[in-house]
């Protein structure tokens, strides 16, 4: 193959990025149904939004012996969590979509439940239950994305590698208070 023979030329390149400007970063090159991305992306979203919130809420009420050490690593979560609904949200304006951060409908949208859990290890147990869900979540929105958007499939996998890093740990705390039978 001739050095650039898979690249248009650049004549071709720079015609084609002067059109359709104010679409951004969406080229002609973009494969992916944008009307599907921005619901995929805005469940992600809402997702992310539940998970914080749910974090937040037990780094605040774990209570007992070993809750000073599991409610820190909560609010790590739930600031990681809000890390992911932060980048998510600027992937859907770079796409030219609207970050849906509306509350009503919020735990609808969300793929994961906000289930506040009784005692420490209901709330542990509720967290590795939502990072469970996340994982399958973002493991078919990677292959869905594929070659169709790169840019997007790339962001959910590092994501997807926090949600499994974040699962772990929550099976770590599982072991280490659940009752032993």
Do not use: W
Not at 9 to 37: C, F, K, N, S, W
Not at 63 to 83: P, Y
Not at 84 to 101: C, K, M, S, V
Not at 104 to 113: F, I, K, N, V
Request: contains cysteine; aromatic residues 6%.
């Amino acid at each position: 193959m001739a050095s650039g023979a898979f690249l248009s030329d650049i004549q071709t390149l720079r015609r084609r990025a002067r059109e359709h400007i104010a679409q951004g970063a969406v080229t002609p090159g973009y494969h992916a149904d944008r009307d599907v991305v921005l619901k995929l992306l805005n469940e992600a979203l809402a997702t992310e939004i539940i998970c914080t919130l749910r974090y937040k809420r037990h780094h605040y009420m774990a209570k007992g012996i070993h809750a000073e050490s599991v409610a820190a690593e909560f609010l790590q979560h739930a600031q990681e969590e809000s890390q992911h609904a932060d980048q998510l949200a600027e992937r859907i304006t770079q796409l030219g979509g609207a970050p849906n951060f509306n509350p009503e409908g919020l735990a609808t949208r969300s793929h994961a439940e906000y289930i506040e859990g009784e005692s420490l290890v209901d709330m542990i147990r509720e967290n590795l239950v939502a990072e469970r869900i996340a994982i399958e979540t973002y493991r078919d929105m990677v292959r869905y994305f594929g070659d169709k958007d790169p840019t997007t499939r790339v962001m959910l996998e590092q994501i997807l590698a926090k949600e499994e890093e974040h699962a772990n740990d929550m099976t770590e705390l599982l072991s280490a208070h659940a009752p032993r039978k």
